[in-house]
């Protein structure tokens, strides 16, 4: 099978829908052992990690939930708590990749009691000023006035740029990014990307006071060659969590180390979560 394939047959297998208000929500549910509620990226589509969710299935109980068109931050709360009460889940390790890091900072910050610990993968601290609105506004103003093809290059094309993609495979990886790209996502979604930074960033869910209650173990997951991440992202997190926090170096692993390189990306994981 190729990769579109295999995302189809992974969302075949695994995949459940629930509705929370108006909208239906798409989750995948594998494995067994420690629960992991784990918050895909900026593509909002869980599929494209199949090999290492499946990798993660071999010791842990994988809760991932795809993204709809959501507009608030408050949205993706409800959803993810009727998701885990669904799944009768009350403890587990939350986990974000790159936009999905956004997700689950708020998350921790707004259901502390119930989350172990924290893993970050390819993401910064979502304690964003309030001079990033402005940029946020400023996309959310494009994404109405642009053609909608020329809205979703700007932000999801723009992903592609962080992917390093391997070339053995850089076809079919090329082929089912742009499946999603083209055929999957919509002007809502682009909307939806920014409306909801936006609308974290006015409420001040991220904050420092948050999370002082909270005793639990963040960890870092960091690549040399990632563009998104920086040496200033390790102190603001210090300071936002208020404590050591627990660096993985994955060398020059990307951005995207869990699609292209899933056994190691996991064996990482699997190992800083003895620890």
């Not at 994404?143 to 290059?153: F, T, W, Y």
């Not at 974290?200 to 690549?223: C, D, M, T």
């Amino acid at each position: 099978m190729n990769i579109r394939e295999k995302m189809e047959s992974f969302e075949k297998k695994y995949g459940k829908t629930i509705v929370v208000g108006e909208k239906t929500w798409r989750y995948y549910r594998l494995g067994r052992g420690t629960p992991v509620l784990w918050l895909t990226g900026g593509l909002r589509r869980t599929a494209l990690g199949f090999s290492f969710l499946e990798e993660l299935a071999g010791n842990h109980t994988v809760i991932a939930p795809d993204y709809p068109t959501t507009r608030t931050i408050d949205e993706f709360m409800e959803a993810f708590d009727t998701i885990l009460r669904a799944e009768k889940i009350n403890r587990f390790i939350l986990a974000g990749q790159s936009y999905g890091s956004l997700l689950a900072q708020a998350y921790l910050a707004l259901r502390s009691q119930a989350v172990e610990l924290l893993i970050i993968s390819s993401g910064g601290p979502a304690d964003y000023s309030r001079a990033w609105l402005a940029a946020d506004y400023l996309a959310m103003g494009l994404v109405r006035l642009l053609p909608e093809k020329s809205a979703k290059k700007m932000i999801f094309g723009g992903l592609l740029k962080v992917l390093p993609l391997p070339e053995g495979e850089r076809v079919e990886w090329l082929d089912a990014i742009q499946h999603i790209l083209n055929d999957e996502l919509t002007r809502a979604d682009v909307y939806s990307h920014f409306g909801v930074a936006a609308d974290l960033i006015n409420k001040r869910i991220v904050r420092p006071e948050a999370f002082e209650k909270w005793q639990g173990r963040v960890i870092v997951f960091s690549a040399a060659n990632d563009p998104t991440q920086s040496a200033a992202d390790l102190p603001r997190f210090e300071r936002l969590f208020g404590r050591p926090i627990e660096l993985v170096d994955m060398g020059d692993m990307g951005h995207a180390a869990l699609l292209f390189d899933p056994v190691r990306y996991c064996s990482l994981l699997e190992n800083a979560l003895e620890g």
